[in-house]
């Protein structure tokens, strides 16, 4: 039962993560944003472990461009994924809309080979 919750960005993260769920078979690729760094990471939700992860402050390239940084990123945790064999994702944007850098490190995972 959810229960109160006192942002509506709360109710919104509850009610997406309510309908998706990560497998072994289907990972869920979950992104993170704040005002200064984007994270996103490949989770096995049955063993609760992180299988691949890739964020803004150890990526290599550094871009003074917010949506050059969220490309750079997906395509970093498309190839952390690829390389473990993970071909197949379920993409979790949290409380987050689907836009802006969310939507460019999605397309560039896409672009990079993982499917969603």
Known sequence: MITRYKTKAQRRKVRVRSKIKGTAEKPRLTVFRSNK?????????????????????TIK???????????????AVAQ?????????VVFDRGALKYHGRVK??????????LKF
Not at 42 to 54: E, M, P
Not at 61 to 75: P, Q, S, V
Not at 104 to 113: D, K, Q, V, Y
Request: aromatic letters at 2%; zero cysteines.
């Open 37 to 57: 760094q984007i994270y996103a990471q490949v989770i096995d939700d049955t063993k609760g472990v992180t299988l691949a992860s890739a964020n803004s402050l």
């Open 61 to 75: 390239e550094k871009t003074k461009n917010n949506l050059e940084t969220a490309k750079a990123i997906g395509t």
């Open 80 to 88: 952390a994924a690829l390389a473990k064999k993970i071909k197949k």
């Open 104 to 113: 460019a490190l999605a397309e560039s995972a896409r672009s990079t080979g």
